[in-house]
């Protein structure tokens, strides 16, 4: 029962790096119109991403933490 944890954190970790990247890859986009490129980003989104990122790696670390403890 003492092993249920650690997996759940790293399974956590890696599902929040996933939605850390993949958000991170949706907040901007990029636009040619008549050879001008114009760039837009969303900074609420990217914020959400770095959130999910900082998440995942306290996620990873709690469960190897709590693995090694053992």
């Known amino acids: ?14 599902v929040f790096a996933y939605l850390g990247i993949t958000t991170f890859q949706g907040s901007s986009a990029d636009v040619s ?18 959130l999910y990122g900082v998440l ?5 670390g709690a469960g190897f933490m709590t693995y090694n403890k053992k």
Do not use: H, N, Y
Request: aromatic share 2%; proline share 3%; glycine share 10%.
């Open 56 to 60: 995942s790696l306290v996620c990873f």
């Open 1 to 14: 029962m003492k092993t249920v944890l650690p997996i759940v954190l790293i399974i956590a970790g890696i």
């Open 33 to 50: 119109v008549l050879g001008l490129e114009i760039g837009a980003t969303d900074e609420g989104a990217q914020t959400t991403a770095i």
